[in-house]
């Protein structure tokens, strides 16, 4: 979010000199009155600071799953619906390799269980694993 974790906690940025021994222009130069009161100023900023930041994090979290929810296709089966399921590598046959089938035989609706959830049964009508879609 553009912001450290340190600048969240303390409300201010790390300053650490390249070289230990030696200040840098920038640090030589400040005041150290002047820099008290930037930092109380600061401190008293940081809810407001924090606000922001979690603002900025909840919206690019809902662009996202806005993003993601536009590309999915939702499909709902109904009872007795047949479908082709896709052949996974953990419901691959042992030995199928690179031409073996790439969808497993059609499959019936049995039951919905809840949103999304459905029991199945093959052409045997023997029960299958419930599948989500």
């Not at 005041?31 to 407001?48: H, I, K, P």
Request: hydrophobic content about 35%; glycine content about 6%; some cysteine.
């Amino acid at each position: 979010m553009g912001e450290t974790p340190f600048s969240l906690i303390y409300g201010a940025k790390v300053l650490i000199p390249m070289k230990v021994g030696e200040p840098t222009l920038w640090f030589s130069q400040t005041n150290e009155e002047a820099n008290n009161e930037v930092l109380l100023v600061r401190l008293d900023l940081l809810e407001e600071h924090r606000d922001l930041v979690y603002v900025r994090m909840t919206t690019q979290k809902q662009r996202m799953e806005r993003y993601y929810n536009w590309r999915v296709n939702l499909c709902y089966f109904k009872l007795r619906d047949l479908f082709l399921r896709k052949v996974t590598q953990s419901t691959q046959k042992v030995n199928a390799g690179k031409l073996g089938p790439t969808w497993e035989c059609p499959y019936r609706v049995s039951a919905v269980t809840g949103k999304g959830l459905y029991e199945l049964q093959n052409q045997d009508g023997l029960s299958c694993p419930a599948i989500g879609t």
